[in-house]
T-cell receptor, first 114, second 113 residues
Framework: EPEVTQTPSHQVTQMGQEVILRCVPISNHLYFYWYRQILGQKVEFLVSFYNNEISEKSEIFDDQFSVERPDGSNFTLKIRSTKLEDSAMYFC????????????FGQGTRLTVV | KQEVTQIPAALSVPEGENLVLNCSFTDSAIYNLQWFRQDPGKGLTSLLLIQSSQREQTSGRLNASLDKSSGRSTLYIAASQPGDSATYLCAVRPPGANSKLTFGKGITLSVRP
């Protein structure tokens, strides 16, 4: 079965440092997403990406965040200067075309900012 | 703005019981609804996708129903097992080619041996 792969599984970083979370979506999918889940809270949308540009972003996705798909396979989320409140599980998801397609999620990266 | 609610937040049942998990959403203009399973500290595993035009979808011991007009979905689990213990989340997707999912907070299920 196809799968979305995320690395690393866990990252600990100091406040103010930059982090890059990596994702390899399913190869024939067109739409890519980042979501996050703060411990004990809902999974919440951050950003969607299609055709090499951002389609939609939430109010959480401020100037500290950026996404790119540098080589046609990897999909990355960069947080420039991490804050304590960025500690969360970050999920990458990908979606194929059509109404009948399900969103596939990666196993997540647990980011801990200390 | 779409809101998805799952009540109760937690449920404990004895092994073998049939159970129903509820999900409600405020905006009935959806493309589809997806049920996920999440084990503690882990990722989201898709269980069932039900399109807006469908009433039911089945996979093994799981059956999801959708009543779009009333903004409700249920996930029925037959003959529950301790291995079913996990958090179950529902998420709705509005129309649009690359629309985002809106999640409920999930129901944490514990199946007692």
């Amino acid at each position: 079965e196809p799968e979305v792969t995320q690395t690393p599984s866990h990252q600990v970083t100091q406040m103010g440092q930059e982090v890059i979370l990596r994702c390899v979506p399913i190869s024939n999918h067109l739409y890519f997403y980042w979501y996050r889940q703060i411990l004990g809270q809902k999974v919440e949308f951050l950003v969607s990406f299609y055709n090499n540009e951002i389609s939609e972003k939430s109010e959480i996705f401020d100037d500290q965040f950026s996404v790119e798909r540098p080589d046609g396979s990897n999909f990355t989320l960069k947080i420039r200067s991490t804050k304590l409140e960025d500690s969360a599980m970050y999920f990458c998801a990908s979606l194929g075309q059509g109404m009948n397609t399900e969103a596939f999620f990666g196993q997540g990266t647990r980011l801990t900012v200390v | 703005k779409q809101e998805v609610t799952q009540i109760p937040a937690a449920l404990s049942v004895p092994e073998g019981e049939n159970l129903v998990l509820n999900c409600s959403f405020t905006d009935s203009a959806i493309y589809n609804l997806q049920w996920f399973r999440q084990d503690p500290g882990k990722g989201l595993t898709s269980l069932l996708l039900i399109q807006s035009s469908q009433r039911e979808q089945t996979s093994g011991r799981l059956n999801a129903s959708l009543d779009k007009s009333s903004g409700r979905s249920t996930l029925y689990i037959a003959a529950s097992q301790p291995g079913d213990s996990a958090t179950y989340l529902c998420a709705v997707r509005p129309p649009g080619a690359n629309s985002k999912l809106t999640f409920g907070k999930g129901i944490t299920l514990s199946v007692r041996p």
